[in-house]
């Protein structure tokens, strides 16, 4: 049976930032840099970038799906690159992601970012499925009652 997919907007994308935005702020947690993994996670993270003065920015680009197609194949996730990692060592890092769903490429990522010495990591999506272990390294966007296949604003046909 197909999983219904879900469009999410822009506007609910940024609602999302906002709400990541305000729980960083209110839990008082110091980012020196944001972390986007590329691809899903670039958008969020222009958006923090953007509201969030004074931080450093360092892409990770993962890949695991097999094609960019809605539903593709996820795979073994393989690292492409890190960008501007002297601004990961000794900080306080944010990674950012579009969402968690079983957590390997969260994971993966993680490991790769460890190699770099940051002093802390914290991880911000805007969609939360998985069960984690660290709640307060976490911090979600938006809820969803009933997980659906998300069709994100930039993966949209136009």
């Known amino acids: 049976m197909e999983q219904k997919l879900y469009n999410m907007t822009w506007e609910e994308l940024e609602n999302g930032a906002h709400e990541i935005l305000k729980q960083i702020y209110?839990?008082?947690?110091?980012?020196?840099?944001?972390?986007?993994?590329?691809?899903?996670g670039a958008p969020l993270g222009g958006?923090?970038?953007?509201?969030?003065?004074?931080?450093?920015?360092s892409y990770i680009h993962v890949r695991r799906s097999v094609s960019d197609e809605t539903n593709a194949f996820?795979?073994?996730?393989?690292?492409?690159?890190?960008?501007?990692?002297?601004?990961i060592k000794g900080k306080n890092i944010l990674v950012v992601d579009?969402?968690?769903?079983?957590?390997v490429t969260m994971q993966f990522v993680i490991e790769?970012?460890?190699?770099l010495e940051p002093a802390s990591i914290h991880i911000a999506v805007i969609y939360n499925f998985a069960k984690v272990d660290d709640?307060?390294?976490?911090?979600?966007?938006?809820t969803m009652?009933?997980?659906?296949?998300?069709v994100f604003p930039w993966e949209k046909k136009i």
């Open 112 to 115: 790769e970012l460890k190699k």
């Open 135 to 142: 709640e307060d390294k976490f911090i979600v966007g938006a």
């Open 47 to 57: 958006i923090l970038s953007c509201n969030m003065p004074g931080t450093e920015i």
């Open 26 to 40: 209110e839990k008082e947690i110091k980012i020196d840099t944001l972390v986007p993994i590329l691809r899903g």
């Open 74 to 87: 996820l795979g073994a996730p393989v690292l492409k690159g890190i960008t501007n990692t002297e601004a």
């Open 145 to 150: 009652e009933t997980k659906k296949w998300i």
């Open 98 to 103: 579009d969402m968690l769903d079983k957590g």
